[in-house]
C-alpha cells in the first residue's frame, strides 16, 4: 500500500497569516496520462470530511481560493493564505492512484 | 443538494452482522462509483470498499475481505455494506461518500457509528 505521511501533526495560526502542510508519498503519484492524484480533505470539529484540492491543485467546488495545491510526484503542500476561523479542523492528504486509496495521518489547525 | 444519509449502525457483538445503509439524493446516483470509508475513533480515515457505478465491480481492503460486501440498489438510489463476522476493530464510524472519479470523495454522509463489542 502507498504510505502518506503528514507534517506537521499540529499547526497553531494566527487569523490572517499563511499556513502551510506537507504531505509525503512512499511511491510516485504522477500516473502516466500526467495527473497526479493527491487529494486534500478538511474535517472540521464534529464534522465530516469535505473535500478541498483533487487532482494536486485543482480547487473543489465552493472552496475558498484561498486554499492552494502543489507539488511535484511525492512531495506537495498545502497552503492556506490568510487563515480564517472556519478553517480550524484536521486536514488529511489522499492517494486515489490506486487501490487501496490511503490517507496521511492527518495535520491539526488550530488558532493562536 | 447533494445528499447522503448513513443509518444502520449501532451496538453488536464481536461475530455477528450489521448492514448500513446510504440513501442518496440531489444528483443521478447511478452516474456514480460509490465507497465506504470509516474512522475509528480519535484515528484517521481508512478507506474500506467501492463500487463501480453499476455496481459490476466491487473493491475491498485486505482486512475485511470476505467479511464485508458493498452493493448497491440504482432504482432506490440505496449503498449498503453489509458487515459480517465484525470485529472490535471495525468500531468506527463509517462514511458513505461519492467518488465523482475526477473530484473522488467529493461528497460525505454524516457517518454512522458502529460499535463492537461484548
Known amino acids: 500500500d502507498i504510505v502518506m505521511t503528514q507534517a506537521p501533526l499540529s499547526v497553531s495560526v494566527t487569523p490572517g497569516e499563511s499556513a502551510s502542510i506537507s504531505c509525503r508519498s512512499s511511491?510516485?503519484?504522477?500516473?502516466?496520462?500526467?495527473?497526479?492524484?493527491v487529494y486534500w480533505y478538511l474535517q472540521k470539529p464534529g464534522k465530516s470530511p469535505q473535500l478541498l484540492i483533487y487532482?494536486?491543485?485543482n480547487l473543489a467546488s465552493g472552496v475558498p481560493d484561498r486554499f492552494s495545491g502543489s507539488g511535484s510526484e511525492t512531495d506537495f503542500t498545502l497552503k492556506i493564505s490568510r487563515v480564517e476561523a472556519e478553517d480550524v479542523g484536521i486536514y488529511y492528504c489522499g492517494q486515489l492512484l490506486e487501490n487501496p486509496p490511503t490517507f496521511g495521518g492527518g495535520t491539526k489547525l488550530e488558532l493562536k | 443538494e447533494v445528499q447522503l444519509v448513513e443509518s444502520g449502525g449501532g451496538l453488536v457483538q464481536p461475530g455477528r452482522s450489521l448492514k448500513l445503509s446510504c440513501a442518496a439524493s440531489?444528483?443521478?446516483?447511478?452516474?456514480?462509483?460509490m465507497a465506504w470509508v470509516r474512522q475509528a475513533p480519535t484515528k484517521g480515515l481508512e478507506w474500506v470498499a467501492s463500487?463501480?457505478?453499476?455496481?459490476?465491480?466491487?473493491y475491498y481492503r485486505d482486512s475485511v475481505k470476505g467479511r464485508f460486501t458493498i452493493s448497491r440498489d440504482n432504482a432506490k438510489s440505496t449503498l449498503y455494506l453489509q458487515m459480517d463476522s465484525l470485529r472490535s476493530e471495525d468500531t468506527a464510524t463509517y462514511y458513505c461518500?461519492?467518488?465523482?472519479?475526477?473530484?473522488?470523495?467529493?461528497?460525505w454522509g454524516q457517518g454512522v457509528m458502529v460499535t463492537v463489542s461484548s
Open positions: 487532482r494536486m491543485s
Open positions: 511511491k510516485s503519484l504522477l500516473h502516466s496520462n500526467g495527473i497526479t492524484y
Open positions: 463500487i463501480t457505478n453499476s455496481g459490476g465491480s466491487t
Open positions: 440531489g444528483f443521478t446516483f447511478s452516474n456514480y462509483y
Open positions: 461518500t461519492r467518488d465523482g472519479r475526477i473530484a473522488h470523495f467529493d461528497y
